[in-house]
C-alpha cells in the first residue's frame, strides 16, 4: 500500500536517511550515520543494530524496533515501508537504521523506492558491511596478492517466496578467488554440498564467524567438506558470516582481534548515559563485549537561582575547586549564559579531584594548578592546606550529594568556603536499549562502578547479582560503599580514573590466564 500524496502534501515534509549501523563495533558507524542520528526525531532500527549505537541519537527521539531476523519480524516489510513514508510526511526526521550497508542484502533499495515513489526525500549513508569487517576482525583478508584477487559475496537466505533460485552455489563453489556468504548458516548444509557438486575442492578452507567485530565474537574453523557437520556439533548459529577460500589459512597469523585481554567478556557500565562512552571504548579496545547500563543521570540542581549567583561571583574567590567532570560542565554552562569573555572568571587558581576532572577544565581552555597525587578527597584536601588557605576565599563546586572531607577540612584550616550545588544525580529510569533486562538473564561477566552513587542507584534496582559476577571499582570510596552493602569487591582501580579503572580490569585477567 502506498499513502496519497494528497492527504499530507500541505504538510512539511520530512526526510528518511537510510543509515548503515556497521557490522556490531559501535566504533565503525560513520562520522555521518552519527550525524543523522544526532539529529533524528525518530529511529527505527533493526535486530542486527549494535543498541549502545542508539544513544547518538537524542533522549528525546522516538525509537522504534523493526526485528528483522529470520522468522522473527517485528514489523513485516510492507508495513515498515509505510511506516518510513508516513513518519517522514509527517515532517519528521527519520532515521532507518541498518545492519551492516543498507544496500548490501539489507532491503534498502526496496524502502529507497518506496519513499521515492511516495515523494519522501532520502539519503542513502553507507555502512561497513560484515561481508569484509567480520573476516577482518578474524584475521582473515578477503584479498591476498598471493592468494586470491576476487572477491564474491552472495547470500545464503532468498526470498522463499521466489519461484526461481537467483544463486547459483555450484558455479559460485567453482569459481575463483575468495567467497563470502551472509545469512546463510541454517542452510550451510545445502550450500556446501551444491558447492561441492559444482566442482569446489572438499578440503577449500571455511570460517564461520558469529557476532563479528564483537566482543561476542565466535570463529570456527573447518574445511568445505565437513563444516557444516562441525558448525552443527558446537550449535553455531546465525547472525554469522562464511568465508571460503586459502585466505582463511592467514587467520592463524593475523588474528589480533581474539586474542585481546577481555576478549569474550561481558562487561556492564554503570555511569551516565553521556558519560560511558569513554570507558566502554577503552574497554572495548580490549575486546570486551561491553553493555551500558546507566544507574544514574545528571539533573541541574533544585536551586538554579543560588547556582548561578555562586557562578556570577567566581572572579571574587581565590580558589575554585571542581570535584568532578560533571561539576565542571555544569558550571561553564551557567557561567557562559552570564559571560561572554571567559577572562571574567579572575584569577582564582582552580584545584581538581583527578585527571578526568583536569581534562574537563582544559576543554574550555583553562589551566589547573592542583590536582592531588592520590585522586582522592582527602588528598586534594591536604595540597590544599599545603598551600596555606587560611582566610583564603574558596568556591567549592560539587553535587547536591557528597561527602563533606573537603568542606569541613577546609573551614578548620581558617578558610572562607562556599559550597556551589552544581548538580544533582537521580536514579536512571529509562531503560531504551534493553539493558536492564540482559543483565537480568545473568550472563554479565564483570559490572564496573565509577561512583558511590552508581553503587546506591545500582543497588535500588534490585537486580539480581550472580554468584560468579565479578565486582570493579574505581577507587576506595566507591570499594567502601559496595562493601558496606555486602558486596565483594573483585578489582579496585590502583589510580581512582576511568584509565586506572580500566588497567586493573586487564591486569586481573592477565594475572588469571597466569595462574
Known amino acids: 500500500m502506498r499513502l496519497n500524496m494528497s492527504d499530507s502534501e500541505n504538510n512539511k515534509k520530512g526526510i528518511c536517511y537510510l543509515v548503515g549501523a556497521g557490522p556490531g563495533d559501535p566504533g565503525l558507524l560513520t562520522l555521518r550515520a552519527k550525524q543523522c542520528l544526532e539529529m533524528a526525531d525518530v529511529v527505527v532500527y533493526d535486530y542486527l543494530c549494535n543498541v549502545d549505537i542508539l544513544n547518538h541519537a537524542p533522549i528525546t527521539s522516538e525509537k522504534i524496533y523493526a526485528g528483522k531476523k529470520a522468522a522473527d519480524h517485528a514489523i513485516p516489510q510492507d508495513q515498515l515501508n509505510d511506516l518510513l513514508v508516513k513518519l517522514s510526511l509527517e515532517g519528521k526526521t527519520v532515521v ?40 577482518a576482525y578474524a584475521g582473515i583478508p578477503v584479498t591476498h596478492r598471493d592468494h586470491c584477487s ?40 545445502r550450500v ?28 570456527l574453523v573447518g574445511e568445505l567438506g565437513d563444516i557444516s557437520s562441525k558448525s552443527e556439533k558446537v550449535g553455531f548459529k546465525a547472525p554469522a558470516v562464511a568465508i571460503f577460500g586459502q585466505v582463511v589459512k592467514l587467520r592463524k597469523a593475523l588474528n589480533w582481534f581474539e586474542s585481546r585481554a577481555l576478549f569474550g567478556k561481558q562487561i556492564v557500565v554503570t555511569r551516565t548515559r553521556s558519560q560511558a562512552g569513554e570507558l566502554s571504548a577503552r574497554l572495548r579496545c580490549l575486546g570486551a563485549d561491553v553493555d551500558e547500563m546507566p544507574t544514574i543521570r545528571i539533573e541541574p540542581p533544585e536551586n538554579i537561582k543560588a547556582f548561578a549567583q555562586l557562578v556570577q561571583d567566581a572572579h571574587k574567590y581565590s580558589w575554585i575547586i571542581f570535584t568532578s ?28 579531584i583527578g585527571p578526568g576532572t583536569q581534562k574537563r577544565v582544559q576543554h574550555y581552555h583553562l589551566s ?7 585522586y582522592v578527597a582527602e588528598s586534594l584536601l591536604k595540597n590544599l592546606i599545603d598551600e596555606s588557605v587560611e582566610n583564603e576565599t574558596i568556591l567549592l563546586v560539587r553535587p547536591s550529594v557528597a561527602r563533606d572531607v573537603i568542606s569541613n577540612g577546609l573551614v578548620e584550616a581558617g578558610a572562607i568556603v562556599d559550597e556551589a550545588i552544581a ?8 531503560d531504551p536499549t534493553g539493558a536492564v533486562e540482559r543483565f537480568r538473564a545473568g550472563d554479565t561477566d564483570i559490572i564496573t562502578f565509577t561512583s558511590s552513587s552508581t553503587v546506591e542507584s545500582f543497588l535500588d534496582m534490585d537486580l539480581p547479582i550472580p554468584e560468579h559476577l565479578i565486582i570493579a571499582s574505581i577507587g576506595p570510596i566507591t570499594s567502601e560503599t559496595l562493601q558496606s ?3 565483594q569487591v573483585d578489582i579496585e582501580a590502583k589510580e581512582s580514573n576511568i584509565p586506572g579503572l ?14
Open 150 to 189: 576476487q572477491l564474491t559475496i552472495f547470500t545464503g537466505h532468498e526470498d522463499p517466496t521466489k519461484e526461481d533460485a537467483a544463486v547459483d552455489y555450484s558455479k559460485i563453489g567453482n569459481s575463483d578467488g575468495t567467497k563470502v556468504m551472509l545469512m546463510g548458516v541454517g542452510q550451510l548444509e
Open 192 to 219: 556446501t554440498r551444491m558447492m561441492i557438486a559444482g566442482g569446489a575442492a572438499p578440503d577449500t578452507p571455511v570460517a564461520l564467524i558469529q557476532w563479528a567485530t564483537t566482543g561476542r565474537q565466535r570463529t
Open 423 to 430: 548538580y544533582q544525580t537521580v536514579s536512571e529510569s529509562e
Open 368 to 374: 589547573v594548578d592542583l590536582v592531588p597525587d592520590e
Open 502 to 515: 580500566v588497567s586493573a580490569i586487564e591486569d586481573y585477567f592477565i594475572e588469571l590466564a597466569e595462574d
Open 325 to 352: 567532570p560533571n561539576g565542571v560542565d555544569a558550571f561553564f554552562d551557567m557561567f557562559f549564559k552570564l559571560y561572554k569573555d571567559a577572562r571574567s572568571i579572575g584569577c582564582a587558581k582552580i584545584a581538581v
Open 485 to 487: 552493602a555486602g558486596l
Open 96 to 135: 532507518r537504521l541498518k545492519g551492516g550497508d543498507p544496500f548490501v542484502f539489507g532491503r534498502g533499495g526496496e524502502e529507497a523506492q518506496e519513499l521515492h515513489e511516495s515523494g519522501v526525500p532520502f539519503e542513502i549513508v553507507p555502512g561497513i558491511s560484515s561481508s569484509v569487517a567480520g573476516p
